[in-house]
Each structure stands twice: as C-alpha cells, then as structure tokens.
C-alpha cells in the first residue's frame, strides 16, 4: 500500500517558511513575529536595517492570511479586488516592489493580480485601473489621493485589508507623510479593522513614527514595534588625502582625490559614488570618465532629474552587474536592492548618522553581508565629521524625524478631496482627521476657518466663484459640484512643491531631462553647458523645453539646482564635539583624527580647542576689520539664525552694522568697529529668551515668509500650476502667491496661511526649535573667549566663505592661497 501523504502542517505560516525553504532560505524571528502578529490582526512598525528582509516581512502576513481563508484550494477563483495597498515615497521604487512582491506570488500560484499605480504608469492601465483595481496595488502618497478623490472611493477600497507603508522614515516629518495619515484615517473610517504596518530601516523616535502611522483614535490598538535583531556589520572608513592643508576651506579640495576614488572604485566589481548634490552628481561622473576614458559605457550617472528612461537604464545595469560604477544623489539611497554593488563611496560629509547607514546598506545590501562606505572628504576638517558619524552608529545615536504639527495648507487639500470622493458631513470628517497625529491638536476655529477657506475663499476672496471650490448641499453635505474645479484639484493634488522645471531636449529629438527654470534664465544662445554627463550647447527655449545641440567642448557650466543645502544633524554635531573634547585633552582616535592633528595642533596653540560643553569665541582683527567667530557645532541653518539673533542683540547697545558668514561650525560676525562683545555676554547675548520676538525682529521675516507662502499657496489650491505643456513659468507662480500674501496680510491679517508661511520660515529655514535648544545648551555652558593675533584653522573657512561672495572662482582660489602661505609661514615660524 502507498504510504499516506504527512498531514498538513497546523501552524498558519507554515506556507511561508515552505517557499523560504524552496528558495534556500531561512527566516529570521522577526519576520516570523511580524507574519503572526499580522494574522492576529495587528498593525505595528518593523525597524530593521537595510537588505535584512522588510519586505517580506510585511507582504508574507496578507498571503498567508489568503491561503488560510482558502484551505481547499488557495490557487482556485478569480483574482479578488483590492486588498492590500503597498505605500511607496518614489515612484522609481515601484517597478522594484513589483518584481519583488511578485515571486511568491507566482511561486505559490495565488490568483491575485498585482499593478502598480504612480505618475509613471500608462494610461492603458490607468485606464482599466478606473474599472477594476488589482488584488495588491503599489502607488505612491499622491496617487493614493488621486484615487481617494473618485466618487466611489468607498466601494473601490471595500474589500481593503491592510496597508503597508514602505520607507516610512523617509516620509514621517514631511507634508508627504501628512498626506499619507489623512489617507489612512479615510481609510480607516471605511474599514476599522484595517491593518496598517510600516517598514523603516533608520529612524530615532519609533514610538513617535508609530503613532502617526497608527493615528491616536480613542481605542486604538497599541500595535507592535517590531525590531529586526540581526547583526549587521557596517565598515565606515575614509580616503585620507594625501597632504593635509593646516587652512582648509570648503571644498578645497575638489576634485583632487579623483586618483584615490579611481582606486577605490577598481577595487571591486560594481561600485556607487553617492554625492550630496546634483551638481556635485555631474561634476564627480565628468571627472571619472576623463581620468578613465575606457570606462565609457560602464560608468553611468543617476539623479532625480534625468529623464525616467536613462534613470531605469541605469538601475537596470547596476541590477545586472553591467555597470562598474554609477555617481548618484539620494535618488538611489532607497529601496532598490541592488546586490551586485560591493564598494560605496560617499563624497563630502553625509552630513548625519542615518544618511551615512542608508547609504552603506547600498553595498551588502542582503542578509549577513558586509555593508561598507568609504567617505571622500571635499576639506580635510570633513574627517572629524566621519570618524563623528561612526562613534554615532555605533552609540545608535540615529536622527529622529521630528513630526508636522497641523499644516493647514495641506488639511484645505484634503478636504476638497474628500469633496470629491463622495461628500462629507463637518462633524464627522473633523472627529476623522483628529484621528490623526498630526491634527489631533485641530482647534474648532482652525477647522472652521479651513472649511470657510475652501467654501468662500475666505474673507479676502469671497467675491471671486472659482475660490468657492466646496459647497454646501441642502441636507449639509459638502460636495464638489464644478468639473473645471474638479479637475484643476485633480491635477493639484501632492505637497511637491519644486521651482519650475524645464525639459531638456536635442533639436532633434530625444530627452535628456529637466532643469530648474532659474538656470535656463541665465543661458544665451551658444552657451555651453553639461548635463546628463553630455557636453551641451544651449539653442533656445520654448514653451518651457530647452532646446539643445551636442556641444565638441566637455567645459561648460554645471546646473544648479535649489534645495542643496544640508546641514548637519543634531546627533552628528554631539559626537562631532564629543571627538573634538578628545583632541583637547590630546587624543587623536583613529586615522582620521591622526590625519587632521596637524590642523588641530595649529588650532590649539593660536587659540583653543573647545571642550563638548564649550562655546568658543575668537576675536580677530586684520585688515577687513573685526571679526567675532563663535563655534557652537550646530550645522548651518542654526547658525544661520544665531547669525542675524546675535548681530540684533548686540546693535541694541550700540549701533553697529554687521557682515555675516556661517558654517556647519560655526559663525562669523564682521564689523568695522569693535563689537561691545563683554556688554552683550552679560545682557543677555546667549539667553533662549525672548526668542519668538528677536528672531523675526534681526531677519527679513515678513520677505522669507512671502517665499515659503508661495509653497502653501501651491499645496493649498489657491494657486494653479497650469495644465500640461502650458506649465506657468516660477516667475508667474512667484508673482501670483505673492500678491495673495500681500492681500491677505493687508485685508484678511487673521488668514492662518499667512500664520503658518511665518511658522515655516522659523522652524524649517531656521531650524527655531532646534536654535533654542542651542541658545539653552550654550547658556548652561561656559564661554572660553579667546583673541588670537591671526587667523586659527576653525576660522578660516568662514573667512573663505564671505570671501567666495565678493569675486569669481578663479580669483577666489589665488586670493585664499596667498591668506594660506602667510598663515603657514606664520605657523612654521611658531609664531
């Protein structure tokens, strides 16, 4: 007689460690605690560091919870509508997500079909997407919007079970992540027993990530944090330059390590050169390619702004191996596996602990591999902040995202979305959006005033129809009845707000990309410039497409794009004067202390190094006049506001006019006459007091508020960015949100839009929360004052700095050479 079959297994994830094993793998703990507790109907958070599994992690618990609805035969049926809604920040992950989310599925033969749903997608899917949704549908924040704002929202997410939310960190403190809580409680108002979990490999406040991926409902499931406690060997080195400079200044260094990063990249087989800027991006692949002509067609470039086609081009090689070396910007910091990359390179500072292990994970990016970055420092003091970001990995001191508090703005969109997507009664949406971390603080008068905004336009446009975008039905419900406004909204929907962008395209046919507006201004016919790592010569500009030719000339100008800026994260900065501490008592840890010894000795013997609870102060005259320098360690945009807090503070005793430089270390104020520096240390000059009235008093605030209301105005509705291919140019976009800040200001002074374009500027162009904590660290601390006869290393890139203003590149080298050969002289005579 055959033997009879072994009876089927009774643990409910039995299926998922089966397809494990027939793939020759071996789930983690983690993943197993994450599929019961999903089959148990939680929700919860899964923290684990890159290539160690999230995703199956999370996609594993809604398969099994089909094929143990479907005992008999879970591969039997048609495929089942929506079920599951996979949330990613970047479309370009999507088709990645896909693929991946696919193989079980295949493998076990379920019936579900699986699309995805971006601003890429054809409009043939789109199109059967409007009759019938697949079982699993990856989309990104906006396009969820999009898909709430259907008249029958509520019948498409019906039969809706879970939703995961991919890279949640890089989406929890943005308007994006805003969106994304808004949407879930929607959801969740539809299908209470929804399950939602996020997936994040580095962030600092998981407690508070959970919350608002959660919402703070009155009875709500704590939900689970689920940790993935697996080793993971991060090696964080750096490329040390071959002479240090004892004066270095920002990016003096260039381009110079080019033969040190040639090697590093020779040294395996697929490499990623991560820049912090798209510049930069441009700049680093035209450097390889003429140092290493050979590597034409292995060596690739990658950021955001390149037309969708070469980008995908581009990832495909790395997935295959094709490619021994791409230079990219964060665009591929995320999701993608990659796992032929061995060798990752980081050049400049990553400016914080979590960017530095996102980026390292890019190599090893699987299960017990070697994840390794090798940092390339643009000024020799950039090493103190490398062997700073390993003492914060290794202390876990990873950044947390800090939450949005209640962006009006985005609350008018979303109410008009809803509008859309069927209608909703005041009462009920209020109580739903309060669900939410982010307005669960949503004053009455702050919800009665958005929805006057969206009904009226407000008391400053009540008199114009195409602002009365909502109206009330008789029996109190509020609908959106205008198509026109319908589909202006439609096309709105999102919180990426960037300056307008032009296509670059050959005369004769062919996209290379886009480039903000502001560059394409400045060009002139026969012009040259590089992008896309290809020599261009500029022909004209139409209808916002820049026409271009080939140029024979690799010379020309580099694209700048806004938004480059980074400035050093608050957990980098603590260990950053923690090794700092360490160099004053003398010790020198690790080869890149050792390295920048020469330049702290100087430091020391001219004037001082600072102790971690130290605020050192230079005073120094030359011939420009008198410099104060103060060095708090707190990253460019705190130092930014302290800058222009201390100059207003000091001009109160005595009327004084001020130049302003700062760094990520510190700050310089220069005058033509002594400041009264002893006078404003005892009224006051570091007191966190009176902050709310100082700060805008010593800016331009009124100004800084009009260019942050011009994104509100954007994500609000009030202003329209055109329909395709007759986009407004920034100009115009410039011009029509500053002439309603200017209305509002002068006729409708209560408009919260204006209140919270004065709230942005404070806290995310100022950092203003961060800036009193400083002033509070600063006050509690001691004051070393010191006034060397020259000027000390520390101070010498601020120097630089204000200099750089005044005169060209070229000029600005020769004059910063002749500063340096004095001071070396001066310190090689000890003087």
Not at 347 to 353: A, D, F
Request: hydrophobic fraction near 45%.
């Amino acid at each position: 007689m055959p033997r009879a079959a072994a009876p089927p297994s009774t643990d409910p994830v039995a299926p998922a460690d089966a397809w494990f094993a027939a793939r020759g793998w071996e789930p983690f703990a983690f993943q197993r605690d994450v599929w019961r507790a999903y089959l148990d109907g939680e929700g919860g958070l899964i923290h684990a560091a890159t290539g160690t599994g999230k995703t199956y992690a999370a996609w594993l618990g809604p398969v099994l919870e089909w094929i143990a609805e479907h005992p008999d035969d879970p591969t039997a049926g048609k495929a089942p509508p929506l079920r599951i809604l996979w949330i990613t920040p970047l479309r370009a992950l999507a088709a990645d997500t896909e693929e991946a989310l696919r193989a079980p599925l295949t493998d076990l033969r379920l019936p579900w079909t699986l699309e995805s749903r971006t601003g890429d997608t054809s409009s043939a899917v789109r199109s059967r997407q409007r009759t019938r949704l697949p079982t699993a549908l990856v989309t990104t924040p906006e396009s969820l919007a999009l898909l709430l704002s259907r008249d029958d929202a509520r019948q498409l997410f019906s039969d809706l079970r879970a939703v995961v939310v991919d890279e949640w960190h890089e989406l929890m403190g943005t308007k994006r992540g805003v969106q994304v809580e808004l949407a879930l409680a929607r959801l969740r108002g539809w299908r209470p027993a929804l399950r939602t979990w996020g997936l994040s490999a580095t962030i600092g406040n998981l407690h508070d990530a959970q919350d608002a991926l959660l919402g703070t409902a009155p009875g709500r499931a704590q939900g689970r944090i689920i940790r993935a406690h697996i080793p993971k060997e991060v090696v964080v080195d750096a490329l040390i330059p071959p002479t240090i400079e004892r004066f270095p200044w920002a990016g003096h260094l260039g381009t110079q390590m080019l033969p040190q990063v040639v090697a590093a990249i020779k040294e395996g087989e697929t490499a990623i050169v991560f820049t912090n800027t798209r510049s930069q991006t441009e700049i680093w692949y035209q450097a390889l390619l003429d140092a290493r002509p050979d590597w034409a067609g292995q060596i690739a470039l990658h950021h955001g702004s390149l037309d969708r086609a070469r980008r995908e081009w581009v990832e495909n090689g790395l997935r295959s191996g094709k490619l021994r070396c791409v230079v990219a910007t964060s665009s591929l910091d995320l999701g993608v596996d990659f796992s032929p990359v061995d060798r990752v390179l980081q050049i400049g500072s990553p400016k914080g602990v979590a960017r530095l292990l996102q980026r390292a994970g890019r190599s090893g990016h699987r299960p017990g591999a070697v994840s390794r970055v090798t940092c390339v420092p643009t000024n020799a003091l950039e090493l103190i902040e490398v062997a700073a970001a390993r003492d914060g990995m290794h202390a876990g001191a990873v950044e947390s995202r800090l939450p949005v508090d209640r962006p009006l703005d985005l609350l008018a969109q979303h109410v008009v979305t809803v509008a859309l997507g069927g209608g909703f009664r005041s009462d009920a949406l209020k109580a739903e959006v309060r669900t939410t971390r982010a307005y669960a603080g949503l004053m009455d008068d702050e919800w009665q005033w958005v929805l006057d905004f969206v009904t009226r336009g407000g008391d400053a446009l009540s008199a114009y129809p195409e602002f009365q975008r909502v109206v009330i039905s008789e029996d109190g419900t509020y609908n959106v009845g205008d198509k026109q406004i319908a589909r202006r909204h439609r096309m709105s929907i999102g919180t990426i707000v960037s300056d307008a962008s032009v296509t670059v395209k050959y005369l004769g046919g062919g996209s290379l990309g886009s480039v903000e507006e502001g560059f394409i201004a400045r060009l002139k016919p026969g012009d040259k410039f590089v992008f896309a790592g290809k020599p261009l010569e500029f022909v004209r500009v139409r209808d916002m497409v820049a026409w271009v030719r080939r140029a024979t000339s690799i010379k020309g100008m580099i694209p700048r794009w806004m938004g480059a800026r980074m400035p050093l994260s608050t957990e980098l900065a603590a260990s950053l004067r923690g090794r700092l501490e360490e160099a004053s008592r003398g010790v020198y840890r690790d080869p890149e202390m050792q390295a920048i010894r020469p330049i702290l000795e100087i430091q020391a013997r001219w004037s001082r190094i600072p102790a971690a609870d130290e605020l050192l102060l230079e005073r120094v005259k030359t011939r420009e006049g008198h410099h104060l320098f103060f060095f708090p360690f707190e990253g460019r945009l705190v130092h930014e506001g302290l800058a222009a807090l201390f100059a207003y503070r000091i001009s109160r005793l005595l009327p004084i006019s001020f130049t302003f430089s700062m760094n990520d270390y510190g700050l310089e104020l220069l005058s033509p006459d002594p400041a009264p520096l002893d006078e404003a240390l005892a009224a006051g000059l570091l007191s966190p007091r009176n902050l709310l009235e100082d700060v805008p008093a010593s800016l331009n605030a009124t100004e800084m508020a009009r260019r942050q209301f011009r994104e509100i105005a954007r994500v609000a509705g009030l202003v329209f960015q055109g329909f395709p291919h007759a986009g407004k140019t920034a100009r115009q976009l410039q011009a029509s949100s500053g002439l309603f800040f200017d209305v509002f200001t002068r006729y409708d002074p209560g408009n919260l839009l204006v209140s919270q374009a004065h709230r942005e500027v404070l806290e995310r162009q100022l950092e203003s929360s961060r800036l009193g904590r400083t002033l509070e660290r600063l006050a509690a601390g001691r004051v070393a004052v010191t006034t060397p006869r020259r000027t000390p290393p520390l101070a010498f890139p601020l120097l630089v700095d204000r200099t750089r203003e005044a005169v060209t590149s070229e000029s600005l080298a020769d004059r910063v050479r002749r500063m340096q050969v004095a001071l070396e002289k001066a310190a090689d005579t000890g003087k």
